[in-house]
């Protein structure tokens, strides 16, 4: 549950050639307690955030309060994180 992967284009004459994706383990991402899987978990909820699908960086800028609201505010049911700035430094790096 918390290995979060950023997916990045690599520009090339303003066209996309290729992607990287770099995954990250982060050591919390909120649910039920810190780290990954509590072995009493029931459902995904339990676990913590689930980020589907999130622009993360728009005309090169970094979108903080977006994400910081995504870790922070999380869908009903679940536990939002308990390192945000380590998550927010995760994701910059």
């Known amino acids: 549950m918390p290995d979060i992967t ?6 090339s004459g303003g066209k996309p050639i290729f992607y990287v994706a770099s995954r990250g383990h982060h050591a919390d991402v909120g649910g039920l ?3 990954s899987m509590p072995p009493f978990s029931r459902t995904l909820k339990d676990e ?3 980020i589907k699908s999130f622009k993360l960086v728009e ?3 970094f979108k903080e ?3 910081i609201k995504i870790f922070t ?5 679940v536990i939002g994180t308990r390192a945000l700035k380590d998550n927010i ?3 910059k790096a």
């Open 6 to 11: 950023v997916i990045t284009p690599v520009w």
């Open 33 to 35: 307690t810190p780290g």
């Open 48 to 50: 913590g955030i689930a």
């Open 59 to 61: 005309k090169g800028i």
């Open 65 to 67: 309060k977006e994400i």
């Open 73 to 77: 505010e999380p869908e009903e049911g």
């Open 89 to 91: 430094c995760d994701l």
